[in-house]
């Protein structure tokens, strides 16, 4: 029953509304101030990108002009670079969604033998950082020295191996093995979820299992198939892993390479960078839209109903032993190989093949290198405050943003819910662009610090710590919280002691998402990080583009154990791992 005569959030909702008011009411504070940062954080990098991309220079009082969208649109390189992108991100994401749909699909609906331990190998790719992860693939597909381009080499006397990850394919192809796990991820939930009511009745018609598949099951998960491409294809168009460490060095040049050079030429080319990345952040907003109207528009295919079910498992027959060795070649080649490399190289005084020969050359060296190497220990030290701080900030932000979107009743309330999700459709690297352009223009002295990348992570993880906690609010009921107030209670005291804890659980869950999405965040740190403010991620592009490939394994296996202890703890305190957007 609720408690009538207590209205927090109408009260609360009141005091913001009356701002003229001469009386300063302390309560007012927090959410104001949350507002204020919410603003600042979603809306400063993209006005102050598309008004530098019409600007001749970076300074006070540049003058306005055209040229930079004529210079970055009028010449043919860039419809090329633009072709090149539409590939690389429509393959990747096709790649990504068909492995991941099939792994979905073997794990959650066959009696594929050990299904059931795929399930939590299939999700550790997601614990190896991106730049490690490709790294890992040019460590095995080089090809001049690739592990598994050698054999071939030696066999045949060629001169290199017949697969060049130095390529427009091998870019496709490492892209798409970095997104296979959320993709399987998000069909493993949309087939678990499925009423096998339809199929039972194809079934008792005489169809076989692929036709099923075919007629029945993939067209009841349309809706959420192709929000997941457009996920992916969203995702791999504002990539930048691939593009500057496979691409480049490829001369494959796609939208975040063309505009990474545009930044990093001497001297930097501010304007054309600007224009062409408006265009890139053009491109991904389309595609955000796209997704949020997919997913809007999915209850036309729901088949969940109130009647409880237990979706069936198709049996597959003599088909099921190749399904498990699929699956068993799946996770050796594409989860376990690329750990593997990275922990035999870290061992290695210099670029070895693994065999029981070299097996001899096993050293401590790099580890003990990186113990006296002082910018190893900068970095890493910056890479850890960076993400405790990230993650904090970003939780108490969007706890208190969920609160107003939710449960008060200001005009306007659903602009912040907008606002909070707006940065999930700028690239990383757009966004570090933005942010360059602000402090080169007004001079606030946090530039080259950790903390214009404390900014940068806060707002590109909003969407997942607003998600985290909007999810957990809607979950409460009001008579909960006025009850605080009807006992005497302010709000900030009712917010504080009542609904924050209540909170924690998917608080908890946000905040060691965001601690390890930003301890190896890369494309937005590649711009803004510098020798003060170095990061782990960019220490780890600088050595390897410097040819230093072992010290690199080591520092990548001192990353993967870090966040191995980090989802650990998640794991203890939350027993579950991901979020939803």
Do not use: C
């Not at 959650?108 to 033998?113: A, G, I, L, S, V």
């Not at 040019?138 to 290199?160: H, M, R």
């Not at 079934?203 to 809706?223: E, Y």
């Not at 500057?244 to 975040?256: C, E, H, K, L, S």
């Amino acid at each position: 029953m609720s408690l009538k005569g207590a209205q927090p959030a109408d009260s609360l909702a009141g005091r913001l509304r009356n701002l003229t008011s001469l009386r300063f009411d302390p309560a007012m504070l927090l959410p104001l101030l949350a507002v204020a940062l919410l603003i600042y954080l979603a809306a400063v990098p993209i006005v102050m990108l598309v008004l530098g991309s019409f600007q001749e220079s970076a300074g006070v009082q540049p003058a306005l002009t055209l040229e930079n969208y004529g210079a970055a649109y009028a010449s043919r390189h860039t419809y090329s670079t633009f072709v090149t992108s539409m590939v690389f991100a429509v393959g990747a994401a096709v790649v990504s969604f068909v492995f991941g749909t099939l792994l979905a699909w073997l794990v959650e609906r066959t009696d594929t033998p050990f299904r059931r331990v795929f399930l939590p190998l299939a999700i550790v790719p997601l614990i190896l950082p991106g730049v490690l992860e490709v790294i890992s693939w040019i460590f095995l597909f080089n090809p001049k020295v690739g592990y598994l381009n050698l054999p071939f080499q030696q066999l045949f006397g060629l001169k290199s191996g017949p697969i060049d990850i130095y390529s427009l394919p091998g870019m496709i192809w490492v892209q798409s093995v970095g997104q296979i796990p959320l993709a399987f991820l998000l069909m493993i939930a949309a087939f678990r979820s499925m009423d096998p009511s339809l199929e039972e009745s194809a079934t008792m018609s005489g169809a076989n299992t692929f036709q099923m598949l075919r007629r029945i099951t993939l067209r009841l998960i349309m809706p959420i198939s192709a929000s997941v491409l457009l996920l992916m294809f969203v995702r791999s168009l504002e990539a930048f892993e691939v593009p500057a460490i496979i691409g480049i060095p490829a001369r494959t040049f796609v939208y975040t390479s063309e505009i990474y050079q545009a930044f990093t030429d001497f001297p930097p080319d501010y304007g054309r960078g600007s224009a062409l990345a408006v265009g890139l952040l053009a491109l991904s907003i389309i595609g955000v839209w796209l997704y949020i109207r997919t997913t809007r528009n999915s209850e036309r295919y729901q088949t969940v109903t109130g009647k409880a079910f237990r979706p069936k498992r198709f049996a597959l027959g003599h088909w099921r032993w190749v399904a498990a060795a699929f699956l068993m070649v799946y996770f050796t080649f594409v989860v376990l190989l690329p750990f593997l490399v990275i922990f035999w190289v870290s061992f290695m005084p210099y670029f070895a093949p693994p065999s029981f020969e070299n097996l001899g050359l096993a050293t401590l060296a790099n580890y003990q290198l990186l113990a006296g190497y002082d910018r190893f220990h900068s970095a890493a030290i910056n890479s850890v405050i960076l993400a405790v701080l990230a993650a904090t900030v970003t939780v108490l932000i969007t706890a208190v943003i969920s609160w107003i979107v939710y449960r008060s009743r200001l005009p306007g309330r659903q602009a912040l819910d907008f606002l909070a999700f707006l940065p999930i459709a700028i690239p990383g690297l757009v966004l570090g662009m933005g942010l360059i352009i602000f402090y080169v223009t007004f001079p606030v002295p946090i530039y080259g610090t950790i903390w214009v990348l404390l900014i940068a992570y806060t707002t590109k993880y909003l969407p997942y710590g607003m998600r985290s906690a909007s999810g957990s609010i809607v979950q409460i009921h009001r008579e909960l919280e006025e009850a605080g107030a009807m006992s005497g209670a302010s709000w900030r005291q009712t917010f504080w002691y009542v609904t924050m804890p209540l909170l924690r659980a998917g608080l908890v869950a946000g905040w060691i998402y965001i601690a390890i999405v930003s301890f190896r965040e890369f494309s937005t740190s590649i711009l803004l990080a510098t020798g003060q403010s170095q990061v782990l991620s960019i220490l780890v592009f600088t050595m390897f583009e410097q040819g230093q490939t072992t010290e690199v394994a080591a520092i990548g296996v001192f990353m993967i154990a870090t966040i191995l202890g980090i989802v650990a703890i998640f794991y203890r305190l939350t027993g579950r791992f991901g979020l939803q957007l």
